[in-house]
Nanobody, 120 residues
Framework: ELVESGGGSVQAGGSLRLSCAAS????????LAWFRQAPGKEREFVAL????????FYADSVKGRFTISRDNPKNILYLQMNSLKPEDTAVYYC???????????????WGQGTQVTVAS
């Protein structure tokens, strides 16, 4: 099970840090990712990371502003979001998979989502 937290409302230019707690320790080959879904839009990839060797990868829209990281002993995935823009407003989901892929179909476990709202 994955449980997200840390969402909220912020002004443009502000920052938020999302957390995703896993109920079980991820395997060494696991890949964890963040996706988001804005109202009326399809869910889109944000960032991913290998649980063991990091290797973060970002969508172009968040590169340089967002940072994905993980705390292995605590089984927690993070997404630090800086310089937030109104277009970052969405429900953010963390997901667990086994392939280093941005395709959401390769992820088999999902959190319930946490709302991020960025006001202009």
């Amino acid at each position: 099970e994955l449980v997200e937290s840390g969402g909220g409302s912020v002004q443009a230019g502000g920052s938020l840090r999302l957390s995703c707690a896993a109920s079980e320790r991820a395997s060494s080959s696991a890949v964890l990712a963040w996706f988001r879904q804005a109202p009326g839009k399809e869910r889109e990839f944000v960032a991913l990371i290998r649980w063991r060797n990091t290797s973060p990868f970002y969508a172009d829209s968040v590169k340089g502003r967002f940072t994905i990281s993980r705390d292995n002993p605590k089984n927690i995935l993070y997404l630090q979001m800086n310089s937030l823009k109104p277009e970052d407003t969405a429900v953010y989901y963390c997901a667990l998979g086994s392939q280093y892929e941005r395709n959401e179909r390769t992820y088999h476990t999902w959190g319930q989502g946490t709302q991020v709202t960025v006001a202009s």
